[in-house]
Nanobody, 120 residues
Framework: VQLQASGGGLVQAGGSLKLSCASSGRAFSNYSPGWFRQAPGEGREFVAVLHWNGGSPIYADSVKGRFTISRDNAGNTVYLQMDSLKPEDTATYYC??????????????WGQGTLVTVSS
């Protein structure tokens, strides 16, 4: 499974961005999509995951109520809508495909990462 993340950029605090992750096939109909992030000098942090059937989203407490994970009906692309962004959301964001889990160890396929920078 090949994944391609896009949509990162520079945004002011309080703003919004929408990340996309395209798969090489209908990967997200068979595998659960997840988003993780990694800030400089930090470990990879769970952000959100969606069940492979398109339901049951789970969010990290730090983004709950601000971020929304979704998937297109074909299972080709997963999105992360990020609203009310904060400077502490600054990180490289990675999409992944794997088991329905909050642990990065359960995801076998990863995109290349897209940088999100939130200025104060």
């Amino acid at each position: 499974v090949q994944l391609q993340a896009s949509g990162g950029g520079l945004v002011q605090a309080g703003g919004s961005l929408k990340l996309s992750c395209a798969s090489s096939g209908r990967a997200f109909s068979n595998y659960s999509p997840g988003w993780f992030r990694q800030a400089p000098g930090e470990g990879r942090e769970f952000v959100a995951v969606l069940h492979w059937n398109g339901g049951s989203p789970i969010y990290a407490d730090s983004v709950k109520g601000r971020f929304t994970i979704s998937r297109d009906n074909a299972g080709n692309t997963v999105y992360l809508q990020m609203d009310s962004l904060k400077p502490e959301d600054t990180a490289t964001y990675y999409c992944a495909a794997g088991r329905y889990s909050t642990s990065p160890n359960n995801f076998g396929s990863w995109g290349q990462g897209t940088l999100v920078t939130v200025s104060s």
